[in-house]
């Protein structure tokens, strides 16, 4: 069955440091998501791309995370410099074309980042 | 904008006994509604969705829901939970036509011995 990769699964970095994370998405899926997991809370999208276009970035702390889907395939999501309230779960979830948001979204098992 | 609330953070149950998980929506345009699931340090797998049709939906492993659309809910049930159930649930939401998915706070699920 296909499936979301995610890696790291974890991270620990201290801040200040520059931290990635990769996703693979289902083949074929062309739309992506990052979304970040503070523990106790739900999943808070940070960003969205449809192909390698960036469809909404609104959540997204710019001034220290970046992401880019160059190919339309991976992305990477990038933190520089890492902050403690930076601990979170990082979650990749996938979307086939043509859904409309009717489809269900697949996810990765998340990168969980610790900073210290 | 749409948001999602689920009003409890934590329900606790004996095993074998029925449960709800609520969840309340809003939104100004129609939504289709999602149950996810999820088990530590895992990603969310799908529990079941209300798109159209039929207002009660059936799942996975046993879970139902039924979408209230005066009442703006789409509260969770299972007749008899399992060990097994004890985890993260999560309500979502997407607005007709977007790709945009915003997701309730969560309610843990604790299934007692």
């Given amino acids: 069955e296909a499936e979301v990769a995610q890696s790291p699964r974890y991270k620990i970095t201290e801040k200040s440091q520059a931290v990635a994370f990769w996703c ?27 192909d390698e276009s960036v469809v909404d970035d609104s959540q997204l702390p710019k001034d220290r995370f970046s992401a880019e889907r160059l190919k ?23 979307s086939p074309s043509g859904s ?10 998340g990168s969980r980042l610790t900073v210290l | 904008a749409q948001s999602v609330t689920q009003l409890d953070s934590q329900v606790p149950v004996f095993e074998e006994a029925p ?21 530590p340090n895992q990603g969310l797998q799908l529990l079941l969705k209300y ?6 939906v059936k799942g996975i492993n046993g879970f139902e829901a039924e979408f209230n659309k005066s009442q703006t809910s789409f509260h969770l049930r299972k007749p008899s ?3 097994s159930d004890t985890a993260e649930y999560f309500c979502a939401v997407s607005e007709w036509g977007t790709y945009k998915y915003i997701f309730g706070t969560g309610t843990r699920l604790k299934v007692l011995a």
């Fill in chain 1, 100 to 109: 409309g948001g009717t489809g269900e979204l697949f996810f990765g098992e």
């Fill in chain 2, 81 to 83: 939970v399992h060990i």
């Fill in chain 1, 72 to 94: 339309g395939v991976d992305s990477t999501l990038k933190i520089q410099p890492a902050e403690l309230g930076d601990s979170a779960m990082y979650l990749c979830a996938s």
């Fill in chain 2, 51 to 56: 798109l159209s049709g039929s207002t009660l």
């Fill in chain 1, 24 to 50: 693979d998405p289902i083949s074929g899926h062309a739309t992506l998501y990052w979304y970040r997991q503070i523990l106790g809370q739900g999943p808070e999208l940070l960003v969205q791309f449809q």
């Fill in chain 2, 19 to 39: 449960v709800e998980l609520r969840c309340n929506y809003s939104s100004s345009v129609s939504v289709y509604l999602f149950w996810y699931v999820q088990y």
